[in-house]
């Protein structure tokens, strides 16, 4: 089952169906993927102290390759 999303007044996101799995998926998983119904765009959502934020798939990506990069050198020393 698919989270819809679309752009809100003000710069933000607003659930347009599936805002208790999306609650479910951030807690069982730490991460929920949405589309964004507004730009035709996935969207991967992670909690982040206390507030949603929403990541496309590049951004993601990036902040992935990040925290491997920071894990493995964290282990190097």
């Avoid at 989270?3 to 929920?32: C, F, H, P, S, T």
């Avoid at 496309?56 to 990069?69: F, I, K, R």
Wanted: net charge negative.
């Amino acid at each position: 089952m698919t989270i819809y999303v679309k752009n809100a007044d003000g710069g933000g996101l607003e659930v347009v169906a599936g805002q208790l799995r999306l609650k479910a998926m951030l807690e069982v998983q730490g991460k929920a993927w949405v589309f964004n119904t507004s730009t035709r765009e996935q969207l991967e959502v992670h909690e982040v102290g206390g507030s949603l934020v929403a990541l496309t798939s590049d951004a993601a990506a990036a902040v992935q390759a990040m925290a491997a990069s920071a894990i493995s050198n964290a282990a190097k020393h």
